[in-house]
């Protein structure tokens, strides 16, 4: 890599609106509509680092994970943990082993967490979580993640649409509330979630075996408990969150691995990707990076992103992560099938593992880049104080930030007002004020980026003014 990439990266970029190029450019070939590289994507050319990482994801090894993770029968987090061949303890030892076995360079763990009576915990449990740590040059925490736990309320086959919310409790009440609950039930789980732990499995042998020197530390947790209420990625949020851990991001993954609906609707061509609002949260800025990462190097994907913090009424362990600020997503599969969740149902045999294997490729593309990248510029001071005015003639854009460690230079984004994804972005070079003169700050949306000397862009952080907190006015009697 040299740093003469950001020269023609800069050029190409400037200015043009980012809708204009990928049509002309799918016209002009006949091609089938994949989605093509913008011309102010993050790099305009792939690293050929990160090309390695996606290519080393195995569909056979994803395969093979899923299949071991469904033979535990139940990893329900009240079920069994003696056992060696069935129920949570059997499953998190083999995780545990697996991590370990990947590579030298992970630092496998189990996160416990003694966890009181509550809710869906029925009774009081020693909760766990497998971690395994890839240490990069900085300690800021890039995070993959998927639950391995997983559900049958009902504890009988089949059920269907009422195991997945709202009705079933309407229905009789919350079974899982319930002290004799079957929790040995066959809950084999294969796509809620071992569809995302065998996502975070791959990811952390690719990334572990790469040999690519990361400027953050990867994460890759297997999380117990989501099932009961996000326990198990709350307990270690709020514990990273007190020891002031610094988090660039949070890759969720939550039923990635089928695509086939319960509708009949088959799409092995997308996935959604859903984030916590407003427009300009951090969570916005990572699924918009997300995608634009996706279309350098898995362009046969698209990415469908989702303005809302997950589906209607449903959730996952990213909302442990939104809940202190922390960058987060959840990836869903385009069309699930609400037959087999949360239910003996939910076998391999409902599984596309092809399908799966493209979306752990995003998240291997996505996360290596920002992984790659500086950590996020700061566009406040440290009291908070948002660092964007008029400038000195009143009527400009004056941009400034604080540097970010090993930046090679910044980007800035700006669009209209009323647009929701940046339309415009310029290469600034390695300073921490730009002025655009006569454009409003009234009119206009702006963020910035740092950039790695090699090209890796941060998420576009931007200036946004606090909310106005009115007081109610007091009337005389
Ligand atoms: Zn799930």
């Known amino acids: 890599m040299s740093g003469s990439r950001l020269a023609p990266c800069a050029l190409a970029a400037t200015l043009l609106p980012f809708a204009v190029l990928p049509t002309v450019l799918s016209a002009q070939s006949g091609a089938p509509a994949t989605p093509a590289v913008r011309a102010d994507a993050i790099r305009v050319d792939a690293d050929p680092r990160v090309s390695a990482l996606v290519a080393g994801v195995s569909q056979e090894r994803l395969q093979a994970i899923v299949t071991k993770l469904a033979g535990f029968g139940t990893r329900s987090t009240l079920s069994d943990t003696v056992s060696t061949t069935r129920g949570i303890g059997a499953a998190r030892r083999w995780i545990h082993d697996q991590f370990r076995s990947f590579s030298p360079k992970l630092q496998v763990s189990y996160d416990r967490h003694p966890v009181a009576q509550h809710g869906r915990i029925t009774r009081d449990i020693d909760l766990v979580n497998v971690v395994a740590i890839l240490p990069g040059r900085t300690p800021r925490r890039v995070y993959i993640t998927g639950h391995y736990d997983t559900v049958n309320p009902r504890g009988t086959a089949g059920a269907g ?26 809950a084999p789980g294969a796509n809620d979630d071992g569809s ?83 427009e300009d949260s951090p969570h916005r800025s990572l699924a918009r990076y997300i995608q634009r990462v996706a279309g350098l190097y898995v362009p046969s994907h698209t990415i469908r992103l989702m303005a809302r913090e997950d589906r209607f ?13 922390f960058p987060a997503v959840v990836f869903r599969e385009a069309n699930e099938n609400y037959n087999r969740q949360h239910n003996s149902e939910d076998k391999v045999e409902g599984m ?13 593309a996505a996360a290596a880049s920002i992984a790659l990248a500086p950590p996020v510029p700061q566009v406040t001071t440290d009291r908070g104080v948002v660092t964007l005015s008029r400038g000195l003639t009143g009527y400009d854009a004056a941009l400034q930030w604080q540097p970010s460690a090993g930046a090679a230079g910044y980007r800035v984004y700006w669009r209209p007002a009323w647009s929701n994804d940046w339309e415009k972005s310029q ?42 907190r009115m007081q109610p006015v007091p009337l005389r009697k």
């Open 427 to 468: 290469y600034v070079g390695h300073v921490t004020r730009f002025t655009f003169p006569d454009v409003s700050i009234d009119d206009h949306v702006f963020g910035v980026a740092a950039v790695s000397a090699d090209g890796h862009e941060s998420l576009v952080n931007a200036y946004v003014s606090p909310v106005r």
């Open 161 to 186: 649409v009422n195991n997945t919310g709202g009705a079933a409790r309407a229905a009789g009440g919350d079974a899982q509330m319930r002290p004799d609950m079957n929790h040995d039930a066959d």
């Open 352 to 364: 596309d593992f092809r399908y799966l294997a493209q979306n752990a490729r995003v998240n291997a």
């Open 313 to 325: 009424g449903r959730g996952s362990d990213h909302s442990s992560f939104t809940a202190f600020d």
């Open 196 to 278: 995302g732990t065998a996502l975070t499995m791959e990811l952390a042998r690719v990334f572990a075996t790469s040999g690519v020197d990361f400027d953050a530390t990867l994460v890759f947790v297997t999380w117990a408990g989501e099932e009961q209420g996000l326990v198990g990625s709350m307990a270690h949020a709020q514990t990273i969150a007190a020891a002031k851990t610094e988090v660039t991001a949070n890759f969720n993954n939550d039923i990635v691995g089928s695509s086939l609906g319960g509708n009949g609707i088959i799409d092995a061509e997308s996935v959604r990707i859903y984030s916590l609002g407003p």
